[in-house]
């Protein structure tokens, strides 16, 4: 049964399609050789140029979104997050990494306790000829993305995942191109709490996103066991946001309890008594090399 709470996802056209096309083409020219490799990647708006930032900045006001998105709320007061909007290129990736998850059933976010605070996602089709279906099982939409073309979604309450084939053959300038805008919406918050939302939302954005960047199309063994823990944090919070909740304290206790067990093996090695008499010996040959040369 679908959250109460749940921001319904609304389906658009994007009207400006001159600032469209100038990402697309920035996109083309400043990753050329980013897009021929297949792993996906994310970049950060913020981290990109000036003349970039902008351009996002464009769509990011844009009055058809905010209107689609103020047309589920009586009161509407929306907070732009720009500190997690991103640029995706988007490659098919099944291959147990920390992106595979993009494509597999799963939420974006794990704040569903949260039910006074929405963020609301704009996945905004940059650049888009394949035949790729968006599922949204919340709201029970599903549809195939073109270009100039917006989906807004409940980043921590919309079930979806992606469905399709890569195509080998694909040309580079058919490669699936996203922009990634996120907003808050809190009509009763005080500016004390919304604060507190947004802080939250960004630390545990970033905590994620980091560890899916470092693991994406896994190659080290360290890679393989973070994508992993991706993973499986991903299967944990479609069951219930309380087991990814348990599945952090559990990693946290280990984590912890591995660092008290090194920090307390550490102090015994250094405070044996044959370690204390390897190291006077230690000094005392060097000493005596020492005065051997003088």
């Not at 140029?49 to 689609?68: H, W």
């Not at 963020?119 to 035949?131: E, F, G, I, M, T």
């Not at 270009?147 to 919309?158: K, M, P, S, V």
Request: hydrophobic fraction near 40%; charge should be positive.
């Amino acid at each position: 049964m679908p959250d109460p709470s749940l921001f319904k996802t609304t389906l658009g056209i994007l009207p400006d399609t001159k600032t469209i096309d100038d990402v697309r083409n920035f996109v083309f020219t400043q990753f050329k050789e980013e897009l021929k490799e297949r792993p996906s990647f994310h970049k950060y708006v913020t981290k990109l140029p000036q003349n970039f930032q902008e351009m996002v900045s464009k769509i990011r006001d844009s009055p058809t979104i905010r209107e689609a998105i103020c047309k589920q709320y009586e009161h509407c007061d929306i907070t732009p997050l720009p500190d997690t909007d991103e640029l995706y290129v988007s490659h098919y990736n099944i291959d147990g990494g920390g992106d595979q998850g993009l494509f597999n059933k799963h939420y974006d976010g794990v704040l569903r306790l949260l039910d006074d605070a929405t963020v609301v996602r704009a996945l905004v089709y940059v650049n888009s000829k394949d035949d790729f279906v968006v599922h949204f099982l919340d709201t029970g939409v599903s549809h195939n993305f073109k270009t100039n073309e917006f989906g807004l979604l409940d980043f921590n309450r919309e079930y979806h995942w992606v469905e399709g084939k890569y195509n080998e053959n694909m040309d580079l300038n058919d490669t699936r191109i996203l922009l990634k805008i996120n907003y808050l919406v809190c009509p009763k918050c005080s500016v004390a709490y919304a604060k507190f939302v947004i802080w939250l939302n960004w630390t545990v954005f970033y905590i994620v996103k980091s560890a899916m960047e470092f693991s994406k199309s896994p190659k080290t063994p360290a890679q393989y066991f973070i994508g992993f823990f991706c993973n499986l944090y991903r299967v944990a919070n479609n069951i219930s946001v309380w087991m990814s909740v348990l599945l952090t304290l559990v990693l946290f206790s280990i984590t912890g309890l591995a660092l008290y067990g090194t920090v307390l093996g550490a102090s015994r090695l250094l405070g044996s008594p044959t370690l204390r008499r390897a190291a006077a010996s230690t000094v005392r040959t060097g000493v005596s090399r020492l005065r051997s040369r003088r």
